[in-house]
């Protein structure tokens, strides 16, 4: 993977400048969206449900699942328009005729996700500030872990984001994505509760959620921003994305060799 970025770095870096490029357009777009789901759900949980037996501290919680979460919820749109393009104009495929190999070309797109999955992290912790003013203090994050955690987290999510597109092939089978993929991924990623209150439930449920790798992410940004200590340790979040990094980008490639037929 680092071989293909040194040897290419110049087609490299222009493929990531062009999708970046295409990417600014619509930026704010999707910033206003982050903000109004975020909101919404955050008034709800931090406030509201507090009357029906909530912790009080339960919106920070929420919260913070949220800065997580947020590069998963951009797969489905940049699926569908990574797969309308292989299904129409396939701009890829002049991609791949670069004097690159495959894996640079791949490797940029995920890099470009990567870097707008991570402006949007950025770009909801000011909202969290704003409503939960007084419980949640910038003081307490641990800047190094949260910025480790998120960048992982998202060149992770670039990469699913790819291997969505190469498992679905063509658009008409997009309806499949949300329920099979990242819903799952999501609800059982621990995004409403932690690890150790499933674990107090049932324990080998609790060891069956450790195959899934949103878990890391939730578990490492929680620590990050909250410092709680309830959370799995933060080097081994890091370690699971890690495998979950490598095991998901040699999936992916594998089968957009498959779809796309490149050698």
Same mark, same amino acid.
């Given at each position: 993977?680092?071989?293909?970025?040194?040897?290419?770095?110049?087609?490299?870096?222009?493929?990531?400048?062009?999708?970046?490029?295409?990417?600014?357009?619509?930026?704010?777009?999707?910033?206003?969206?982050?903000?109004?789901?975020?909101?919404?759900?955050?008034?709800?949980?931090?406030?509201?449900?507090?009357?029906?037996?909530?912790?009080?501290?339960?919106?920070?919680?929420?919260?913070?699942?949220?800065?997580?979460?947020?590069?998963?919820?951009?797969?489905?749109?940049?699926?569908?328009?990574?797969?309308?393009?292989?299904?129409?104009?396939?701009?890829?495929?002049?991609?791949?005729?670069?004097?690159?190999?495959?894996?640079?070309?791949?490797?940029?797109?995920?890099? &470009?996700?990567?870097?707008?999955? %991570? +402006? #949007?992290?950025?770009? @909801? =912790?000011?909202?969290?500030?704003?409503?939960?003013?007084?419980?949640?203090?910038?003081?307490?994050?641990?800047?190094?872990?949260?910025?480790?955690?998120?960048?992982?987290?998202?060149?992770?999510?670039?990469?699913?984001?790819?291997?969505?597109?190469?498992?679905?092939?063509?658009?008409?089978?997009?309806?499949?994505?949300?329920?099979?993929?990242?819903?799952?991924?999501?609800?059982?990623?621990?995004?409403?509760?932690?690890?150790?209150?499933?674990?107090?439930? &049932?324990?080998?449920?609790?060891? %069956? +959620? #450790?195959?899934?790798? @949103? =878990?890391?992410?939730?578990?490492?940004?929680?620590?990050?921003?909250?410092?709680?200590?309830?959370?799995?340790?933060?080097?081994?979040?890091?370690?699971?994305?890690?495998?979950?990094?490598?095991?998901?980008?040699?999936?992916?490639?594998?089968?957009?060799?498959?779809?796309?037929?490149?050698?």
């Amino acid at each position: 993977m680092h071989n293909n970025i040194v040897r290419f770095k110049d087609i490299f870096c222009k493929l990531v400048a062009t999708n970046l490029c295409i990417a600014r357009e619509h930026i704010f777009s999707q910033i206003i969206n982050l903000y109004i789901w975020t909101s919404c759900t955050l008034i709800i949980m931090g406030y509201i449900m507090q009357n029906f037996g909530l912790a009080t501290n339960y919106g920070c919680f929420q919260f913070a699942s949220i800065v997580g979460v947020v590069g998963l919820f951009e797969v489905y749109n940049t699926a569908a328009k990574n797969i309308m393009d292989i299904d129409n104009d396939r701009t890829i495929s002049y991609y791949l005729t670069l004097p690159a190999r495959p894996a640079t070309v791949l490797l940029a797109t995920v890099c &470009s996700y990567a870097i707008v999955g %991570l +402006l #949007l992290t950025i770009a @909801v =912790l000011p909202l969290g500030k704003l409503l939960f003013y007084n419980s949640f203090n910038f003081a307490q994050v641990s800047w190094f872990t949260f910025v480790i955690t998120a960048v992982l987290a998202n060149i992770f999510f670039g990469i699913f984001m790819i291997a969505v597109v190469a498992q679905v092939g063509t658009i008409s089978k997009m309806r499949n994505v949300w329920s099979r993929f990242i819903w799952p991924l999501w609800v059982l990623g621990c995004y409403q509760f932690s690890w150790k209150a499933v674990y107090a439930v &049932s324990a080998p449920f609790a060891y %069956l +959620l #450790l195959c899934n790798p @949103v =878990l890391y992410v939730m578990e490492g940004m929680r620590g990050a921003l909250l410092s709680n200590p309830d959370c799995l340790p933060w080097g081994l979040c890091v370690v699971g994305l890690c495998f979950f990094i490598v095991v998901g980008w040699h999936y992916a490639y594998y089968k957009m060799q498959r779809l796309l037929d490149f050698v």
